[in-house]
C-alpha cells in the first residue's frame, strides 16, 4: 500500500529550527496535513524523539531518526525501527561531537521539550557540527543497527554528498536517496536512485502536504524501514 510520509522533520531540539516545533504542534500539524508517518530527524541529536512518539500515541506513525553530519560535512538521515536502537546509536553520535558549546542568542536554543510540550532541558553543546565519523562509519553504525542511512537533499549546494564528494559512493548505488524539491529534472538526474522527497521543516509551515508516496507491505515502522533500504542491504 501507498502512504504519505514526510520524514525528514526538525524539532525545537535543532538550533536552526523553530522554537515552536514542539512534539505536539508537530504531530498536529501532521495530521491536519492528513500524513501517515513522520520523522524527527535532529542534527546529531534525538532527544526529542520519545517525546514526539508519546505525542503520537497511535494517531500517527513516527519513525525513530537522525541528521548526522559526517566529518566530510555531509548530511545522513539514519532511521531505526525502534526508539532503543536510535538511542544507542544517538550515545555513539554523542560521543564523537567536538566540545564546542552553543550560543543560543547566535545560533538559536537547542531544547529537549517533553510530550506535553514542556521544556525540560536544553543540550549544551553545539548540535550542528561534523562528528569526527566518516560516511562509511556511520553507515556502518546505521547498519548494525538494523538501521538505514539515506544521503540527505542531494540537489542542494551544501552538505549534501553530491556538493561534498561530487558523486555518490558506490555502496549507496541503487538506494535511495532524498531530494528537498521535486521536479522533472531531478527524477532523470538520479536514475539509478529511488527517490524519496521530504521537507527538511524547520518550521510548522513547512510540514509536507500528502505529497509524496512510499509503497510499504505492510502498515508499521519496520515497514516502513524496509521500503527505505537499498535493495541490495
Ligand atoms: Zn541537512
Ligand atoms: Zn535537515
Known amino acids: 500500500m501507498r502512504i504519505a510520509v514526510d520524514l525528514h522533520i526538525h524539532s525545537a531540539l535543532s538550533p536552526c529550527a523553530d522554537d515552536d516545533m514542539t512534539p505536539n504542534n508537530i504531530v498536529n500539524m501532521a495530521m491536519l496535513k492528513k500524513l501517515d508517518a513522520i520523522s524527527i530527524t ?18 500517527l506513525m513516527v519513525v525513530p531518526g537522525m541528521e548526522v553530519q559526517t566529518r566530510e560535512e555531509v548530511h545522513l538521515l539514519c532511521y531505526f525501527n525502534c526508539l532503543d536502537k536510535l538511542m544507542d546509536f544517538g550515545e555513539v553520535i554523542k560521543n564523537e561531537l ?23 532541558d536544553e543540550r549544551k553543546e553545539m548540535l550542528i557540527s561534523s562528528t569526527d565519523l566518516s560516511i562509511d562509519q556511520i553507515i556502518e553504525e546505521a547498519i548494525s543497527r538494523d538501521g538505514v542511512a539515506i544521503p540527505a537533499h542531494v540537489d542542494k549546494p551544501s552538505y549534501s554528498i553530491i556538493s561534498q564528494l561530487g558523486f555518490i559512493p558506490k555502496n549507496l548505488e541503487g538506494g535511495m536517496v532524498e531530494i528537498s524539491g521535486y521536479s ?50
Open 98 to 120: 567536538p566540545k564546542i558549546s552553543n550560543v543560543p542568542k547566535i545560533f538559536g536554543n537547542q531544547l529537549i521539550i517533553d510530550d506535553e510540550d514542556r521544556v525540560v
Open 42 to 59: 535532529d542534527h546529531n541529536s534525538c532527544d526529542n524523539v520519545e517525546a514526539v512518539i508519546k505525542a503520537a500515541g497511535s494517531k
Open 184 to 233: 522533472n529534472e531531478l527524477l532523470t538526474k538520479f536514475p539509478s536512485h529511488k527517490l524519496l522527497y521530504s521537507s527538511d521543516a524547520h518550521e510548522l509551515g513547512q510540514i509536507l502536504e500528502r505529497v509524496n508516496f512510499i509503497t510499504v507491505c505492510d502498515l508499521s515502522v519496520s515497514g516502513i524501514l524496509n521500503a527505505l533500504r537499498s535493495p541490495s542491504k
